[in-house]
């Protein structure tokens, strides 16, 4: 079935470090990928997605590229601040039907200053 | 659009108690989803429905989890009687594509 996997937590880095959380997914069709994060106290909201292969989603520094042949969609960005202390979630979403969306364990990153 | 919205935001009740949480998804969305999110056990979807029938229960933990969906802008999930390891925090989400919206949750806690 489909599913995904994520890079185990909790990942701890300093004020302007280089991040990355690894993610890989299994899918029958033609999968949508995502990266929602969820901040303490609050629900998971999207951080950003991309819909076909080579595609990058991009939000607030963070980026992501699709890569089908390692079937892969790995999270990065280049500076990380305090503010970004927060669970990071893999998903993927499979066409023709949306009607579900399977999301990866979650990774924890706390940045301390 | 208010986005999702979930009511309580925190609940604590005594064990044997029927706990009854709300959800209303984003006006237009077709899918409601509800999730339950713990330490252990992560985050696990226990039903979704699509124009309003459930069409997934197959994550409901047991028998005193019950969701309902009788009209497009309102959801229950109800848990009769309550035991203190359904505490968790749990999520009703929404949407109408493969991006789905979030509520902030309900955190639930049963002594």
């Known amino acids: 079935g489909d599913s995904v996997t994520q890079m185990e937590g909790p990942v701890t880095l300093s004020e302007e470090a280089f991040l990355t959380i690894n993610c890989t997914y299994t899918?029958?069709?033609?999968?949508?990928l995502f990266w929602y994060v969820q901040y303490p106290g609050e629900g998971l909201q999207l951080l950003l997605k991309?819909?076909?292969?080579?595609d990058k989603g991009s939000n607030k520094g963070f980026e992501a590229t699709y890569r089908k042949e390692t079937t892969s969609f790995h999270l990065e960005k280049g500076s990380v601040q305090v503010s970004d202390s927060a669970v990071y979630f893999c998903?993927?979403?499979?066409?023709?039907?949306?009607?579900?969306?399977?999301f990866g364990p979650g990774t924890s990153l706390s940045v301390i200053p | 659009d208010a986005g999702v919205i979930q009511s309580p935001r925190h609940e604590v009740t005594e064990m044997g108690q029927e706990v009854t949480l709300r959800c209303k998804p984003i006006s237009g969305h077709d899918y409601l989803f509800w999730y339950r999110q713990t330490m252990m056990r992560g985050l696990e979807l226990l039903i979704y429905f699509n124009n309003n029938v459930p069409i997934d229960d197959s994550g409901m933990p047991e028998d005193r989890f019950s969701a309902k969906m009788p009209n497009a802008s309102f959801s229950t999930l109800k848990i009769q009687p309550s035991e203190p390891r359904d505490s968790a925090v749990y999520f009703c989400?929404?949407?109408?594509?493969?991006?789905?919206?979030f509520g902030q949750g309900t955190r639930l806690t049963v002594v």
């Open positions: 991309a819909t076909k292969a080579d």
């Open positions: 989400a929404s949407s109408s594509s493969p991006e789905a919206f």
């Open positions: 899918a029958t069709g033609y999968p949508s």
């Open positions: 998903a993927l979403s499979v066409l023709p039907s949306y009607d579900k969306v399977i």
